[in-house]
């Protein structure tokens, strides 16, 4: 089975800092992998995915992440913070299967 | 288009009483998905449906859930009788491929 790590389960920036939000999994073959976030009282939100191609890829609201296999990661980036971004983000992998395996989550929190 | 719903959206139940969520998929969507996260922890596969069919029920905990999609359309999971390590939010999620689930905005159950 696979497992997902998301280092921090909490995570603190500034409004207008870098968002670095990591996710490493283990995976033998390639995976498909996601970034779904979640707002307070809403559900999950597909904020972009990898699926073959590009590795570098963009989602929505200026979050990207970037497809590494040689170090099995998968880490979600913003340039810039803003306030609605605070939410709790999850990372997920995929593989042949249809189930998906979830990291435990990260807090973000946005300081004004 | 409808996105996922769930109802309900949070169920307080004593332990030993029964208590069914349901899950309607955006229309059309051959794949359902149950997902649960208890507290803190990951989000966890609990089983899939393709169409009416019981895809992979390989996540479901134990004989108290029983999870059923009639006629291919909504599905409901049920527990009985509830304990209290069954607390949790519960996800549906529907897709037509393997782009990435539509998730629903969950079920807070608590059990106590």
């Known amino acids: 089975a696979q497992s997902v790590t998301q280092l921090g389960s909490h995570v603190s920036v500034s409004e207008g800092a870098l968002v670095l939000l990591r996710c490493n999994y283990s995976?033998?073959?390639?995976?498909?992998l996601f970034w779904y976030v979640q707002y307070p009282n809403q559900g999950l939100q597909l904020l972009l995915k990898?699926?073959?191609?590009?590795?570098l890829v963009k989602g929505i609201n200026g979050f990207e992440a970037e497809f590494k296999k040689s170090e099995t990661s998968f880490h979600l980036t913003k340039p810039s913070a803003h306030m609605s971004d605070a939410a709790e983000y999850f990372c997920?992998?995929?593989?042949?299967?249809?189930?998906?395996?979830f990291g435990t989550g990260t807090s973000l929190t946005v300081i004004p | 288009e409808a996105g996922v719903t769930q109802f309900p959206s949070h169920s307080v139940i004593e332990k030993g009483q029964t208590v069914t969520l349901r899950c309607d998929p955006i229309?059309?969507?051959?794949?359902l998905y149950w997902y649960r996260r208890v507290m803190g922890k990951e989000i966890k596969f609990l089983l899939h449906?393709?169409?009416?069919?019981?895809?992979?029920e390989s996540g479901m905990p134990n004989n108290r859930f029983l999870a059923e999609r009639t006629g291919g359309t909504y599905s409901t999971l049920k527990v009985q009788p509830a304990e209290l390590e069954d607390s949790g939010v519960y996800f549906c999620?529907?897709?037509?491929?393997?782009?990435?689930?539509?998730f629903g905005s969950g079920t807070r159950l608590t059990v106590v």
């Open positions: 999620a529907s897709s037509q491929d393997r782009g990435g689930y539509t």
């Open positions: 995976s033998s073959v390639p995976p498909y």
């Open positions: 990898y699926t073959t191609g590009a590795t």
């Open positions: 997920a992998v995929g593989e042949t299967s249809n189930q998906f395996y």
């Open positions: 229309s059309g969507h051959d794949n």
């Open positions: 449906f393709v169409k009416e069919s019981k895809q992979d």
